[in-house]
């Protein structure tokens, strides 16, 4: 399993739940907007373009509300939303899921939680689909919750897809009936999101890289991008090729592992590198095996974060550093950013990938903080953020943040709660 990489500095010795101001008035929100998968939809933009409460000039008044209490801590698995609740992973192997606006205390237990098999961790995102919850296990197993629970405080899956290795960060999207997912065994695999009749189901087909796969499948136009670990972005007919392994229609090369996911936008795929590039394909491929990006962007550090798409603009976090660039490029081969985002205080890695929402781009830091910038930047080259959340006593933040109806919702933990670590930290006007 990849660890979460850190650089901290050292941070105030107390963390403060929020910085908190007075609110100002805001307009109601048109109405309940979901989050139902990784990144919020199939191509993994990271936006929502229905959000009205929040933006650049009130996000700084943003209060911690609620926290949802996990047994662990949440590593990389990122909260989904639909109908109300609130479902996320945790590393002590179990689903849980919460009611979206809390339950008139600071502290929420969970409507219900499910896991699998003993001895497993959950860093997958979950995806929410017709009335069921798909999120992947390190015990090698796509587990499917029925959304409603089952009428018990703890719940079983309705059946499980088999898998040869471990999902790790990778999390599911599901598409016209069928669930895609990586694991660390190098493959691609597709399942009927029906089930199969059988409380244990195999793959509709599968795709296979050359290496472990960390990256969760962005799906646009029939065809799913997934990255590897050997250094490639591959593109799979999200149809199959009507046999139980197929090939992929053509990769991509980049210069170092991808351990993060694509993202598919105005014909472009985007994905980020280990070798401190973010490199933009053309989505339609380029009538060869392999191909090379349309342009490429350097950046400082490594990265570990999804990038988000919008408006013409890709965010992406780089070592401690989020880096914002053209989505159409610069007219070359090379391209630098438009302006990068620091946080302030203790500095340390970027594994969460940025949401954006309203003109405001938000996203974890491994030192204990939630940021939101000002989508548009702050016309200089380097900016500070709008708005700090800080998690208490847990440095780690690699949970991806997700915004809607006004209310910013992001997995970490609690150290000093040695019985319950794990936290779904909440914040609102």
């Not at 985002?341 to 990938?353: E, F, H, L, N, P």
Request: glycine share 14%; with cysteine; aromatic share 10%.
């Amino acid at each position: 399993m990849l660890r979460t990489w850190l650089r901290i500095s050292p941070l105030p010795a107390l963390l403060l739940a929020l910085m908190t101001s007075t609110p100002s008035s805001v307009a109601q929100d048109a109405g309940t907007v979901n989050w139902p998968t990784y990144h919020s939809n199939a191509q993994l933009t990271g936006f929502n373009p229905r959000e009205t409460l929040v933006n650049a000039r009130n996000v700084r008044f943003l209060q911690m509300k609620w926290a949802g209490v996990m047994d662990d801590l949440v590593d990389y698995s990122s909260p989904a939303i639909v109908n109300g609740v609130v479902y996320i992973g945790s590393t002590d192997g179990s689903l849980y899921a919460f009611d979206a606006t809390g339950c008139g205390s600071d502290l929420c237990m969970p409507l219900w939680k499910g896991s699998g098999k003993a001895g497993g961790s959950i860093v997958s995102s979950p995806a929410v689909s017709q009335g069921m919850v798909f999120v992947g296990s390190t015990t090698k197993e796509l587990l499917v919750f029925d959304a409603a629970g089952c009428g018990s405080a703890i719940c079983s899956p309705v059946w499980t897809g088999t898998v040869g290795g471990g999902i790790l960060q990778a999390s599911p999207v599901v598409v016209n009936g069928v669930v895609y997912v990586g694991a660390y065994d190098g493959k691609l695999y597709a399942f009927d999101a029906a089930g199969c009749g059988s409380a244990t189901c195999s793959p509709l087909w599968t795709g296979a890289t050359r290496s472990h796969i960390t990256s969760s499948p962005a799906v646009a136009n029939g065809v799913v991008y997934i990255g590897s670990n050997d250094k490639n972005l591959y593109a799979f007919a999200a149809a199959g090729c009507g046999s139980s392994t197929c090939s992929p229609l053509w990769a991509g090369a980049t210069k170092g592992p991808i351990y993060a996911s694509a993202a598919v936008a105005g014909g472009l795929v985007f994905v980020g590198s280990f070798d401190k590039s973010l490199y933009a394909f053309n989505a339609d491929g380029c009538g060869s095996a392999s191909c090379k990006p349309v342009w490429q962007g350097p950046t400082d550090g490594f990265i570990l974060s999804s990038p988000a798409v919008a408006k013409g603009t890709v965010y992406v976090g780089s070592d401690n550093l989020l880096e914002v660039f053209a989505a159409a490029g610069c007219g070359q081969a090379t391209c630098s950013p438009l302006w990068q985002g620091i946080a302030t205080g203790g500095q340390a890695s970027i594994v969460s990938g940025p949401a954006v929402a309203n003109g405001v781009v938000y996203y974890g830091q491994n030192n204990g903080q939630v940021l939101a910038f000002n989508a548009k930047g702050c016309g200089k080259k380097l900016c500070s953020p709008l708005f700090t959340g800080l998690t208490v006593a847990e440095p780690i933040v690699s949970s991806s943040p997700v915004m809607v109806n006004g209310t910013l919702y992001v997995g970490s933990g609690n150290q000093l709660d040695t019985g319950h670590m794990g936290r779904l930290y909440v914040w609102g006007q």
